[in-house]
């Protein structure tokens, strides 16, 4: 009796992992399916964060917008891209004085500390105009001060957080449209 209870349950097991994997195949190949969970590239952490995998072969992502949230313990940055993924990149606090990438021209932030987000084989342009309509965003809240763009040309693209304390950060995308999301501690 319980040889055949448990076959029965290894059984409806395997017919559950079958319908679950069909199921999450469906959904994949569906652009109009609801965005799945974050994909965690990069737990809390005050170090390097860097990906230059999925830089596209001879191709470009365009970063479409770029907007910022407050959550009890942490800010949020979200860039959202067209295409079907995120580019390459590189995350880092970096020391002052920051400078555009064309002019070396220094920029002056507020705050202790300067998040480095570097976008690799990405633009924010298409044909002459910019495809992000705020460029430098003060969005107030509790750690993250600014949030300014100081490149974007040759296909790299960076944008400078400004944060009252350089506190630890994590690293996350997501799909459908393809973002990526940081979030810094407050």
Known sequence: MHQLLMSRVLLLAITACFVTACTNNKK??????PSPLPTTISNWTAGIV???????P???????????????????IVFEFSGSDIPGFHIEYV?????????????YLPGDGWLMIKFLSARMHKNGNS???????????PNLLRLTTVCDFENYVTWIASVASPNKFQVLTLKNPPRLVVDIKN
């Not at 994949?28 to 399916?33: F, P």
């Not at 860097?50 to 596209?56: E, G, L």
């Not at 970063?63 to 313990?73: G, M």
């Open 131 to 141: 495809t992000v309509s705020q460029r430098d965003l003060e969005p107030n809240h």
């Open 28 to 33: 994949t190949e569906d652009a109009t399916a």
């Open 50 to 56: 860097h990906d230059s995998t999925r830089i596209p």
């Open 95 to 107: 020391d002052e004085p920051v400078r555009e990438c064309g002019s070396g021209k220094a920029v």
């Open 58 to 76: 001879a191709t470009f992502a365009i970063v479409q917008d770029v907007r910022t949230a407050r959550h009890d313990d942490h800010d949020r």
